[in-house]
């Protein structure tokens, strides 16, 4: 059981390149989320969605879109990077109304 | 937005002692979770609360939903090395269109 997979684990990024993470979990779970980590900020939620079709804002959205066609996979594209955007990316899932998350790896990365 | 308050953002402790962190919020919520994420991981979930004054344990950690539904903490036992790590607190409302929120961590260090 594979749990939460996140694609590519490492990337560096020219500023004004694009990219697209990709999150999969395969535990069927309604509610995906994408969080960025920054040093001393904690854990901060860029956009997340409730299921299938859906996706919402959370506290950081500017800079990143997110699409969520399958259940299964939640992914988290950058237009134009910017070096702001070096960060680590973590997707997690969890079943609704538990908040019980479970993490994918994290993806680092660099904008240069 | 709603905000979780960790602090302080550093903890040093001897091994074998005991160490207690805490987590508010100026917001009600209906579940509250404890994580601890190794260095180059994700989070990982450790204790989750349901309900009002409940207090749970797992091993060594011991952690209870506060009356107010407005805080929480989490005590660790006997503190050894692989304690170490980063300790999020994160707050989940229960609602159709929920998030995950998490406070900034505490870092926590155990000297042998």
């Known amino acids: 059981n594979a749990g939460v997979t996140q694609t590519p684990k490492f990337r560096v990024l020219k500023t004004g390149q694009s990219m697209t993470l990709l999150c999969a979990q395969d535990m069927n779970h309604e509610y995906m989320y994408w969080y960025r980590q920054d040093p001393g900020m904690g854990l901060r939620l860029i956009h997340y969605?409730?299921?299938?079709?859906?996706?919402a804002k959370g506290e950081v959205p500017d800079g990143y879109n997110v699409s969520r066609l399958k259940k299964q996979n939640f992914l988290l594209g950058l237009e134009s990077a910017a070096p702001s955007q070096t960060s680590v990316y973590f997707c997690?899932?969890?079943?609704?109304?538990?908040?019980?998350?479970?993490f994918g790896q994290g993806t680092r990365l660099t904008v240069v | 937005g709603q905000q979780l308050n960790q602090s302080p953002q550093s903890m040093f402790i001897q091994e074998g002692e005991d160490v207690s962190m805490n987590c508010t919020s100026s917001?009600?919520?209906?579940?509250w979770l404890w994580y601890k994420q190794d260095p180059g991981e994700g989070p990982v979930l450790l204790i989750a609360?349901?309900?009002?004054?409940e207090l749970t344990s797992n091993g060594r950690l011991t952690a209870q939903f506060g009356i107010t539904r407005k805080d929480s903490f989490l005590n660790i036992s006997a503190s050894i090395p692989s304690d170490v790590g980063i300790y999020f607190c994160a707050g989940h409302q229960g609602g159709a269109n929920s998030k995950l929120t998490f406070g900034k961590g505490i870092t926590l260090s155990v000297r042998p």
């Open positions: 997690a899932s969890s079943y609704s109304r538990t908040g019980r998350a479970f």
């Open positions: 609360l349901y309900k009002a004054g």
């Open positions: 917001s009600i919520f209906n579940t």
């Open positions: 969605s409730v299921g299938e079709g859906t996706t």
